[in-house]
């Protein structure tokens, strides 16, 4: 049985980008809202706080913030000695945070299905079925980011938004970035077409401090350029994260890839989603049915607290939007690219029946 504390080493010895990991009692994680000018560690020792780091964005992205639903689970467990009510209220907590990514729900879900026992048998449990849910994500963003590399040809530009990185996911790429880290780690020379991402910024921040980092050229862009960019011929494939993906094969992602997706289909790109199995939602039947994250107007209004327009303007803040099936090329999972009809070839990859559609 491999234990928290042994996991955590060992990633820390392999070339990842850790957003949140477990420490003496206590969960550290990367501030996101502080990149790239410091690299800011965050503790939090009590659900409250995680919690918080949630939803003020210090910790974000689907794949991120579904690790935060196992190890928040195990904070409780290990802070409250095993109670089960703890976890339970605590699992609560976590998926009123941040409604649109599905991920959290699943893992919170996980962690709760897991209880068994009390004490420190409890304690124990929670920090296994951690591990399992630990590991399992990584390996699933090697496995995305080879079905993904495969689409990529040599001296492709392929354009993404917002950040679907390491720091979003478990530590390799993410989603969308594992697919690159992949293709540029099998020597392709590929080009990178990062969106600024308004109004948070997560493209100019974090998607281009992570391609810094992994040595991966990029091209920053404001989110209006993307049209331009496309029927220029600058871009030859589209590749972003999902925070969920409804039985049908709809998309709900950073607000901004809708009309990336209707660009692409007017020039004739590729439009590829990199997702893992668990961000479809079977029980969302389409785009219609999911929630869309509203986040404060302030968000748009200010930068960084510097107002940006005159006082008392109303602004709108839908953190994500949607995109039709018909726009998406494929969804990138970590067994295979799944492509239409989204409705029957999805169905091949629920997590129970792990096939890959022909
Ligand atoms: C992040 C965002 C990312 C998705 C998908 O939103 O929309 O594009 O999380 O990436 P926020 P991934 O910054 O509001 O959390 O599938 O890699 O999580």
């Known amino acids: ?20 990991w477990f420490e003496e009692g206590v969960l550290k994680l990367i501030d996101q809202t502080k990149l790239p000018f410091s690299e800011d560690i965050v503790t939090c020792s009590t659900v409250e706080h995680l919690a918080e780091a949630v939803r003020s964005m210090m910790i974000r992205g689907s794949g991120a913030i579904g690790i935060c639903g196992a190890y928040g689970l195990y904070l409780a467990a290990y802070v409250s000695d095993g109670d089960p009510d703890e976890i339970k209220q605590a699992g609560k907590l976590l998926k009123s945070t941040r409604p649109t990514a599905v991920n959290l729900m699943k893992t919170v879900d996980e962690m709760v299905e897991a ?15 951690t591990v399992e849910i630990l590991e399992r994500q990584l390996a699933f963003e090697y496995e995305l980011g080879k079905h993904g590399a495969a689409l990529i040809e040599d001296g492709d530009t392929i354009m993404t938004h917002c950040h679907s990185g390491a720091l979003g996911g ?39 401090y992570e391609l810094k980092k992994f040595g991966i050229p990029h091209t920053l862009i404001t989110d209006n350029m993307s049209g331009f960019c496309m029927n220029t011929g600058r871009v030859d494939k589209i ?21 990336h997706a209707l660009a692409a289909k007017e020039n004739g790109i590729p439009f590829y989603t990199a997702t893992s199995s668990h961000t479809i939602d079977f ?76």
């Open 283 to 358: 029980d969302t039947e389409s785009g219609e049915d999911i929630e869309v994250e509203m986040r404060d107007s302030s968000e748009v209004t200010e930068i960084k607290g510097v107002k940006i327009a005159p006082e008392g303007t109303a602004a709108l803040y839908p953190s994500f939007d949607i995109t039709p099936n018909h726009l998406i090329s494929g969804i990138i999972t970590e067994k295979g690219v799944i492509t239409a009809p989204f409705t029957d070839n999805l169905q091949t990859v629920d997590p129970k029946l792990n096939k890959i559609p022909q």
């Open 239 to 259: 590749v972003v994260g999902s925070d969920r993906v409804s039985a049908n094969g709809d998309l709900a992602n950073k607000v901004g890839t809708y009309m």
């Open 170 to 208: 478990a530590g390799y790429g993410g989603r969308a970035l594992s697919v690159i880290r992949t293709a540029h780690e099998q020597g392709k020379n590929i080009h990178v077409i990062t969106c600024e991402t308004r109004p948070y910024l997560q493209g100019a921040r974090i998607t281009a």
């Open 115 to 129: 209880i068994n026992g009390t004490g420190q048998d409890l304690v124990e449990g929670m920090e296994q079925k």
């Open 1 to 20: 049985m491999t234990t928290i504390h042994e996991l955590v080493k060992r990633y820390q010895g392999e070339e990842l980008a850790l957003p949140i």
